[in-house]
């Protein structure tokens, strides 16, 4: 048998600057540090660019970057923040993935992600086009070169997103194993078998045929080996780590993959020194040769898929309700004190929602005026956000534009295409992931939605912010004292603009 490892880090954080300075306010719950980015940064990022080693003794014999090893995807609005305010450890997770390239025939360890973890099967079809194409464009920045996978924010999957994916060259993805709805060996008459729950082998590589004949890949994280690492401490012991692993391969001739799939912050972050572990799990895998660590890419490109599988539409690996937990109070959360719902989700989306109907109207009217097709325009617009130099500005309206623009026109480009910038993120996942509309990730995608809304208003003749708030006032708070959302709204996000105008 053929075996073969691969641990996956879904390494990812909010975008949390405040979008009238373009810097991260300083958050209390991340004390001693300035920001939940940097807390952070220092104890999984940049750790686990430098895991140590020990031997029996408990003397350090030296240090791993566990990048080198792992496979992973970092959000492209943190690592944008990494380059800027780590990077050092920016540098060394490029350098482990241009060494990981070179060890695995040409095939990366990192792959992209959705650019802001938007739940794309939550999303109008264009802006999931243009979320998965300003994550290749910002991947290729970074990585200097293509992506073959691509990460689902929350794994959230419909085969309109893996389509899309298909169709700009991504290769496969990754999801949990009861999202496999049935499977079939690729041949002559074979016939289609039911899964449930997690009932898929997770040790091979699968395709999926989608409805404009393409074909996509699929890989299942092993669910036990990713349990055990996220919530039942298998990160305490390396070999623990190690043998659980080798433990979950079955019995056969054929190639195998173990792989697990679990937040990147796991290791150091939600488990103190569980960078450790994983460089000497990873470790102790290679140097007694149990198996060869690899990624999906490598993995995919030696072997290919030999089975078919189906998934289940408008699931997630984070959600039992498919993915409810970004717009109901399906019964997802975190803490249970009583007396408490998620029933502020629906407002809050329909929110949004109406907010962006409203930027829509206004930048396809306004925008295409002045821009030849102004949703083109938007998915190239990753580039000036990577590189805002006057060049690359430039080079955008000599593309883009119907003609040459006064400066007048050239600015009111940009700030529509700010507003749909900030209208895509206040779609972040992590705005409706938590307990309570009052918490920090709502309030900051409610600071989103106020920035396109401010932008977006003097293209209009109607004021947008009261209509916005009626619908925000229906979202009520846990919280005793915090009112609604709308009360939120005006506590909480207003200030945020207040503190950099002076007012």
Same mark, same amino acid.
């Not at 290769?171 to 039911?194: C, D, E, M």
């Not at 996220?230 to 792989?259: E, I, K």
């Not at 937040?263 to 939600?270: A, C, N, P, Q, S």
């Given at each position: 048998?053929?075996? %073969?490892? !691969?641990?996956?880090?879904?390494?990812?954080?909010?975008?949390?600057?405040?979008?009238?300075?373009?810097?991260?306010?300083?958050?209390?719950?991340?004390?001693?540090?300035?920001?939940?980015?940097?807390?952070?940064?220092?104890?999984?990022?940049?750790?686990?660019?430098?895991?140590?080693? %020990?031997?029996?003794?408990?003397?350090?014999?030296?240090?791993? &970057?566990?990048?080198?090893?792992?496979?992973?995807?970092?959000?492209?609005?943190?690592?944008?923040?990494?380059?800027?305010?780590?990077?050092?450890?920016?540098?060394?997770?490029?350098?482990?993935?241009?060494?990981?390239?070179?060890?695995?025939?040409?095939?990366?360890?990192?792959?992209? $992600?959705?650019?802001?973890?938007?739940?794309?099967?939550?999303?109008?079809?264009?802006?999931?086009?243009? $979320?998965?194409?300003? *994550?290749?464009?910002?991947?290729?920045?970074?990585?200097?070169?293509?992506?073959?996978?691509?990460?689902?924010?929350?794994?959230?999957?419909?085969?309109?997103?893996?389509?899309?994916?298909?169709?700009? *060259?991504?290769?496969?993805?990754?999801?949990?194993?009861?999202?496999?709805?049935?499977?079939?060996?690729?041949?002559?008459?074979?016939?289609?078998?039911?899964?449930?729950?997690? /009932?898929?082998?997770?040790?091979?590589?699968?395709?999926?045929?989608?409805?404009?004949?393409?074909?996509?890949?699929?890989? %299942?994280?092993?669910?036990? +080996?990713?349990?055990?690492?996220?919530?039942?401490?298998?990160?305490?012991?390396?070999?623990?780590?190690?043998?659980?692993?080798?433990?979950?391969?079955?019995?056969?001739?054929?190639?195998?993959?173990?792989?697990?799939?679990?937040?990147?912050?796991?290791?150091?972050?939600?488990?103190?020194?569980?960078?450790?572990?994983?460089?000497?799990?990873?470790?102790?895998?290679?140097?007694?040769?149990?198996?060869?660590?690899?990624?999906?890419?490598?993995?995919?490109?030696?072997?290919?898929?030999?089975?078919?599988?189906?998934?289940?539409?408008?699931?997630?690996?984070?959600?039992?309700?498919?993915?409810?937990?970004?717009?109901?109070? !399906?019964? !997802?959360?975190? &803490?249970?004190?009583?007396?408490? &719902?998620?029933?502020?989700?629906?407002?809050?989306?329909?929110?949004?929602?109406?907010?962006?109907?409203?930027?829509?109207?206004?930048?396809?009217?306004? /925008?295409?005026?002045?821009?030849?097709?102004?949703?083109?325009?938007?998915?190239?617009?990753?580039?000036?956000?990577?590189?805002?130099?006057?060049?690359?500005?430039?080079?955008? %309206?000599?593309?883009?534009?119907?003609?040459?623009?006064?400066?007048?026109?050239?600015?009111?480009?940009? &700030?529509?295409?700010?507003?749909?910038?900030?209208?895509?993120?206040?779609?972040?996942? !992590?705005?409706?992931?938590?307990?309570?509309?009052?918490?920090?990730?709502?309030? $900051?995608?409610?600071?989103?939605?106020?920035?396109?809304?401010?932008?977006?208003?003097?293209?209009?003749?109607?004021?947008?912010?009261?209509?916005?708030?009626? +619908?925000?006032?229906?979202?009520?708070?846990?919280?005793?004292?915090?009112?609604?959302?709308?009360?939120?709204?005006?506590?909480?996000?207003?200030?945020?603009?207040?503190?950099?105008? /002076?007012?």
């Amino acid at each position: 048998m053929k075996k %073969f490892v !691969c641990l996956h880090g879904h390494f990812y954080q909010p975008p949390r600057e405040n979008p009238w300075t373009g810097e991260v306010d300083e958050e209390s719950s991340a004390a001693p540090f300035h920001d939940w980015n940097e807390r952070i940064s220092k104890e999984c990022y940049e750790a686990n660019t430098r895991a140590p080693l %020990f031997n029996a003794k408990g003397d350090t014999t030296g240090f791993v &970057n566990n990048y080198d090893s792992i496979s992973f995807d970092i959000g492209p609005t943190l690592l944008s923040w990494l380059q800027k305010h780590s990077p050092v450890t920016y540098q060394s997770i490029l350098e482990a993935d241009k060494r990981s390239v070179a060890a695995n025939d040409g095939h990366g360890n990192a792959m992209a $992600q959705v650019y802001n973890h938007i739940i794309l099967p939550l999303a109008k079809r264009r802006d999931k086009i243009t $979320q998965i194409l300003w *994550g290749i464009a910002d991947f290729e920045h970074h990585y200097g070169r293509k992506p073959e996978g691509m990460w689902l924010s929350e794994a959230a999957v419909d085969r309109e997103s893996l389509r899309l994916m298909a169709d700009n *060259g991504i290769l496969y993805t990754v999801l949990a194993p009861h999202q496999a709805n049935r499977v079939r060996k690729i041949g002559f008459a074979s016939r289609w078998a039911p899964l449930h729950h997690e /009932g898929i082998d997770p040790r091979r590589a699968y395709r999926i045929w989608l409805d404009n004949g393409r074909q996509f890949h699929l890989f %299942f994280y092993d669910a036990p +080996i990713s349990r055990a690492i996220a919530f039942q401490g298998l990160l305490n012991n390396g070999d623990h780590l190690a043998h659980q692993f080798m433990n979950s391969f079955g019995r056969g001739d054929g190639p195998q993959l173990v792989s697990s799939g679990v937040d990147g912050e796991t290791f150091g972050h939600h488990h103190r020194f569980g960078e450790m572990a994983v460089a000497y799990g990873l470790k102790k895998i290679r140097d007694h040769r149990l198996a060869k660590v690899t990624n999906y890419a490598a993995f995919l490109a030696e072997y290919g898929s030999q089975w078919e599988v189906d998934i289940r539409e408008n699931t997630s690996w984070s959600c039992a309700h498919g993915v409810g937990r970004w717009r109901e109070d !399906c019964g !997802c959360r975190l &803490n249970h004190e009583e007396g408490w &719902n998620q029933k502020w989700r629906t407002p809050l989306r329909e929110a949004f929602d109406w907010l962006q109907t409203s930027v829509d109207e206004v930048f396809e009217r306004r /925008g295409g005026e002045l821009l030849k097709d102004p949703w083109q325009a938007r998915n190239e617009y990753i580039q000036v956000m990577l590189d805002p130099r006057e060049e690359k500005r430039k080079r955008f %309206f000599s593309k883009n534009a119907r003609r040459s623009l006064k400066p007048d026109e050239q600015q009111a480009v940009w &700030n529509l295409l700010e507003a749909q910038k900030f209208s895509l993120f206040m779609y972040t996942s !992590c705005g409706w992931f938590f307990d309570d509309i009052s918490g920090i990730e709502p309030v $900051q995608v409610m600071k989103f939605a106020y920035r396109a809304l401010e932008l977006a208003q003097p293209f209009l003749k109607s004021p947008l912010e009261p209509g916005f708030v009626k +619908i925000l006032a229906k979202a009520k708070s846990n919280v005793p004292g915090r009112g609604t959302g709308q009360d939120v709204f005006e506590k909480q996000v207003k200030p945020a603009k207040e503190a950099r105008i /002076g007012v």
